[in-house]
């Protein structure tokens, strides 16, 4: 029998909320990213790739400079320049997005992997811990303290740019063309606006969030970068977008959740509780497939999403 | 919730149209000829030049594919490439079904890992206890069960609600990559090793290889399931049925079609050939697997499917190429001291040309002309600016 009283301490609890916030700070991008893009039409199957290529070049930025914002820097670079070939193809040529997706993905996998082993061969080089900054007051409450408010700057950054986000999509004319792009293309060319131009803004975004939440996961997170860094997270946050059903505060919800979730074998291991990781792992994607289940019918896609956009085409 | 229209490239792929504007057989068979091996052609080069860029010999890569992928051992190797081959042509075929009616299984490897995980797992009790025969039977039926098994909640939501399939056959595929591994390194541990791994199934309790080669018979259950498919697809009314429903889903409906039924079964089958692709790889080339393990066959069998135009028949050759591929990238890569993973750089551009090489020929075959009209412009008069 478990004791709770002995399991469910504070040690416990701020590892959950920690390791949450950890794992959940680069699915929060990636989905931030993926929601723009769904928002704007373009279902993007190759986030998967495009962290991968972040979390890469991030790294190989934050190792040569010593500085962990030059990481997110070229990481962002790099993301921009793996969507570029989904601007190309799918919003200007107007290709498959699922085929072209899936390319991204395999080829992001590749390069990255390829390239790691050809410069550092079999060796990992490890980059320091990022300093954090702890909010003045509140860092000192007994569990949300040091888990919630001692974190690298990006991290708060990270919140503010939800906010902004949100705010963006329900304010400004740049969301509701971006809203428009999705829902009623058609309407957004016959208000003058460049659907094709307003969908490679969007891609770019994405590309710029996901190489972001990549490089964070290899140099704040990890500090360290292996081939198939991201295992699967670019899907993860594929699911966490669609279920956001775009609105980005949800999306945050759901991203400190499956945070949580992914790093909650290392908190039970700390609570002493030996469970099969497997098992663990599994929860929050048996959560998913639950809540898909339930709420099937209220899920919810822009109608134009994955449809290439061509003038006068029915 | 669902994305219900293909891009028009991949329509017309689904469709099996023909190429419209040319009537003469020959310069047809020709032109999908060309458009199903350029792309191939093109990722090889594209190949040889990040290959260059790396400061590696291409010529000496690819001819180290051919020697470890065909000729190499004296003239041995290419049995390791046809083995490759079985689990390889299952997946195809499982993904050409389910591609044809336009709906996206990607749920591949779990689906694959939970059929291995649990063929590998009871194989050795099953063999001991009944012949071999019943007991290969008996396990193929299984692996194919479970992995169908695996689809029935995608099949049913997207059937029901029309919920996305992408994202519930890949949660599926996480769940069950998991779960796999649950059962490897808890029920199926092999006790008598330290690492993750069930017990290993002995060499003559192993599928039977062909007389007179090393090549396990599942290469023969992969040809019949590929000449069945192609069957079910080209010469029943459900393969009709089905494709309609990935070229006009409002057609397929409005004709009258069941759609749920129709999407329920195309999952089902679909998962069994993975599943039986896994019994294939598993009972026959490696007799136990490990913790980790992962062959990722999936992912790089897409790109073919594809080119084979989503007819059965038509991708063996594409299979055959890729096994050779990858039978022999290992020996290459090893040879140039790169990582294997640059086989998916490798499979992954063939896709992305495909794509473009498709949108190129649409347009040929739309009476344009292979360019689009600004670049075309932009060749005929760089220098001076075009009157209208």
Same mark, same amino acid.
């Given at each position: 029998?478990?004791?709770?009283?002995?399991?469910?301490?504070?040690?416990?609890?701020?590892?959950?909320?920690?390791?949450?916030?950890?794992?959940?700070?680069?699915?929060?991008?990636?989905?931030?990213?993926?929601?723009?893009?769904?928002?704007?039409?373009?279902?993007?199957?190759?986030?998967? =790739?495009?962290?991968?290529?972040?979390?890469?070049?991030?790294?190989?930025?934050?190792?040569?400079?010593?500085?962990q914002?030059?990481?997110?820097?070229?990481?962002i670079?790099?993301?921009?320049?793996?969507?570029?070939?989904?601007?190309?193809?799918?919003?200007?040529?107007?290709?498959?997005?699922?085929?072209?997706?899936?390319?991204?993905t395999?080829?992001?996998?590749?390069?990255?992997?390829?390239?790691?082993?050809?410069?550092?061969?079999?060796?990992?080089?490890?980059l320091?811990?990022?300093?954090?900054?702890?909010?003045?007051?509140?860092?000192?409450?007994?569990?949300?303290?040091?888990?919630?408010?001692?974190?690298?700057?990006?991290?708060?950054?990270?919140?503010?740019?939800?906010?902004?986000?949100?705010?963006?999509?329900?304010?400004?004319?740049?969301?509701?063309?971006?809203?428009?792009?999705?829902?009623?293309p058609?309407?957004?060319?016959?208000?003058?606006?460049?659907?094709?131009?307003t969908?490679?803004?969007?891609?770019?975004?994405?590309?710029?969030?996901?190489?972001?939440?990549?490089a964070?996961?290899?140099?704040?997170?990890?500090?360290?970068?292996?081939?198939?860094?991201?295992?699967?997270?670019?899907?993860?946050?594929?699911?966490?977008?669609?279920? =956001?059903?775009?609105?980005?505060?949800?999306?945050?919800?759901?991203?400190?959740?499956?945070?949580?979730?992914?790093?909650?074998?290392?908190?039970?291991?700390?609570?002493?509780?030996?469970?099969?990781?497997?098992?663990?792992?599994?929860?929050?994607?048996?959560?998913?497939?639950?809540?898909?289940?339930?709420?099937?019918?209220?899920?919810?896609?822009?109608?134009?999403?994955?449809?290439?956009?061509?003038?006068?085409q029915? | 919730?669902?994305?219900?229209?293909?891009?028009?490239?991949?329509?017309?792929?689904?469709?099996?149209?023909?190429?419209?504007?040319?009537?003469?057989?020959?310069?047809?068979?020709?032109?999908?000829?060309?458009?199903?091996?350029?792309?191939?052609?093109?990722?090889?080069?594209?190949?040889?030049?990040?290959?260059?860029?790396? %400061?590696?010999?291409?010529?000496?890569?690819?001819?180290?594919?051919?020697?470890?992928?065909?000729?190499?051992? %004296?003239?041995?190797?290419?049995?390791?490439?046809?083995?490759?081959?079985?689990?390889?042509?299952?997946i195809?075929?499982?993904?050409?079904?389910?591609?044809?009616?336009?709906?996206?299984?990607?749920?591949?490897?779990?689906?694959?890992?939970?059929?291995?995980?649990?063929?590998?797992?009871?194989?050795?009790?099953?063999?001991?206890?009944? +012949?071999?025969?019943?007991?290969?039977?008996?396990?193929?039926?299984?692996a194919?069960?479970?992995?169908?098994t695996?689809?029935?909640?995608p099949?049913?939501?997207?059937?029901?609600?029309?919920?996305?399939?992408?994202?519930?056959?890949?949660?599926?595929?996480?769940?069950?990559?998991?779960?796999?591994?649950?059962?490897?390194?808890?029920?199926?541990?092999?006790?008598?090793?330290?690492?993750?791994?069930?017990?290993?199934?002995?060499?003559?309790?192993?599928?039977p290889?062909?007389?007179?080669?090393?090549?396990?018979?599942?290469?023969?259950?992969?040809?019949g399931?590929?000449?069945?498919?192609?069957?079910?697809?080209?010469?029943?009314?459900?393969?009709?049925?089905?494709?309609?429903? %990935?070229?006009?889903?409002?057609?397929?409906?409005?004709?009258?079609?069941?759609?749920?039924?129709?999407?329920?079964?195309?999952?089902?089958?679909?998962?069994?050939?993975?599943?039986?692709? +896994?019994?294939?790889?598993?009972?026959?080339?490696?007799?136990?697997?490990?913790?980790?393990?992962?062959?990722?066959?999936?992912?790089?069998?897409?790109?073919?499917?594809?080119?084979? &135009?989503?007819?059965a028949?038509?991708v063996?050759?594409?299979?055959?190429?890729?096994?050779?591929?990858?039978?022999?990238?290992?020996?290459?890569?090893?040879?140039?001291?790169?990582?294997?993973?640059f086989?998916?750089?490798?499979?992954?551009?063939?896709?992305?040309?495909?794509?473009?090489?498709?949108?190129?020929?649409?347009?040929?075959?739309? %009476?344009?002309?292979?360019?689009?009209?600004?670049?075309?412009?932009?060749?005929?008069?760089?220098?001076?600016? &075009?009157?209208?």
């Open positions: 029998v478990i004791l709770a009283s002995q399991i469910w301490t504070d040690v416990f609890w701020t590892s959950v909320v920690a390791g949450g916030l950890l794992a959940g700070v680069p699915l929060m991008f990636t989905a931030l990213g993926e929601t723009i893009s769904e928002r704007a039409g373009v279902l993007n199957i190759g986030l998967e =790739g495009m962290m991968l290529v972040g979390a890469y070049v991030g790294f190989l930025g934050a190792h040569y400079s010593g500085s914002w030059a990481g997110y820097a070229v990481g670079a790099g993301g921009m320049v793996a969507s570029l070939v989904m601007v190309v193809l799918c919003v200007w040529l107007g290709l498959d997005q699922i085929v072209v997706g899936i390319a991204i395999l080829a992001g996998e590749g390069i990255t992997s390829v390239a790691q082993q050809a410069q550092f061969g079999t060796t990992y080089p490890r320091g811990a990022p300093s954090t900054v702890s909010i003045p007051l509140l860092h000192r409450m007994p569990v949300l303290g040091t888990s919630l408010f001692e974190q690298p700057v990006i991290v708060y950054l990270a919140f503010l740019f939800v906010g902004a986000l949100a705010w963006t999509f329900r304010r400004t004319n740049v969301g509701l063309n971006l809203r428009a792009a999705g829902e009623k058609e309407a957004l060319d016959a208000a003058g606006v460049s659907v094709v131009g969908r490679s803004w969007a891609v770019l975004s994405t590309g710029a969030l996901a190489g972001l939440g990549g964070y996961l290899s140099v704040a997170a990890t500090g360290i970068f292996t081939p198939f860094l991201t295992q699967g997270q670019g899907f993860i946050a594929i699911v966490i977008a669609m279920l =956001g059903r775009g609105r980005p505060l949800w999306v945050l919800c759901g991203s400190f959740l499956f945070g949580i979730a992914l790093s909650l074998s290392d908190s039970l291991q700390i609570a002493g509780i030996d469970i099969s990781v497997d098992i663990v792992n599994m929860i929050p994607f048996a959560a998913i497939i639950v809540a898909l289940i339930l709420f099937a019918r209220r899920s919810y896609l822009p109608p134009a999403l994955a449809l290439p956009y061509v003038r006068g029915r | 919730m669902s994305v219900e229209t293909a891009s028009p490239e991949i329509q017309q792929i689904l469709a099996g149209e023909t190429i419209r504007g040319r009537s003469n057989l020959a310069s047809r068979v020709l032109d999908v000829t060309v458009r199903s091996l350029l792309p191939v052609v093109c990722a090889l080069g594209a190949g040889a030049i990040l290959l260059l860029a790396m %400061g590696r010999h291409p010529i000496a890569f690819y001819g180290d594919v051919w020697q470890g992928g065909v000729s190499g051992g %004296g003239w041995d190797a290419w049995q390791d490439s046809a083995i490759r081959m079985a689990p390889l042509l299952l195809a075929a499982g993904l050409t079904v389910i591609f044809r009616a336009n709906i996206w299984n990607l749920g591949y490897n779990g689906q694959f890992l939970l059929a291995a995980a649990l063929v590998t797992g009871y194989g050795p009790s099953v063999t001991k206890h009944v +012949a071999l025969w019943f007991a290969m039977l008996v396990l193929f039926l299984m194919g069960a479970v992995a169908a695996w689809t029935v909640v099949a049913v939501l997207k059937a029901r609600y029309g919920t996305n399939e992408i994202i519930t056959t890949l949660m599926m595929s996480f769940i069950g990559v998991d779960l796999a591994g649950y059962l490897i390194k808890k029920p199926f541990q092999d006790h008598s090793v330290n690492i993750p791994q069930t017990r290993v199934l002995d060499l003559d309790k192993m599928l290889p062909i007389p007179g080669t090393r090549i396990h018979i599942g290469l023969l259950v992969a040809f399931a590929i000449l069945v498919v192609h069957f079910l697809l080209t010469r029943t009314s459900w393969g009709l049925r089905l494709q309609i429903l %990935g070229a006009n889903p409002r057609a397929a409906r409005h004709v009258g079609i069941n759609l749920p039924r129709l999407i329920v079964t195309g999952f089902l089958l679909s998962g069994f050939l993975v599943g039986l692709a +896994a019994a294939a790889d598993f009972l026959g080339l490696w007799g136990y697997i490990r913790g980790s393990q992962n062959p990722g066959y999936g992912d790089t069998v897409i790109p073919f499917v594809f080119l084979a &135009r989503l007819n028949l038509a063996v050759p594409f299979i055959a190429f890729f096994s050779v591929l990858s039978v022999g990238g290992d020996l290459a890569a090893t040879n140039a001291n790169l990582s294997t993973d086989l998916l750089v490798l499979v992954g551009l063939i896709l992305l040309f495909m794509t473009v090489i498709e949108y190129l020929g649409r347009r040929r075959d739309l %009476g344009g002309s292979y360019l689009p009209p600004g670049l075309k412009d932009a060749l005929k008069a760089p220098l001076w600016r &075009r009157r209208r």
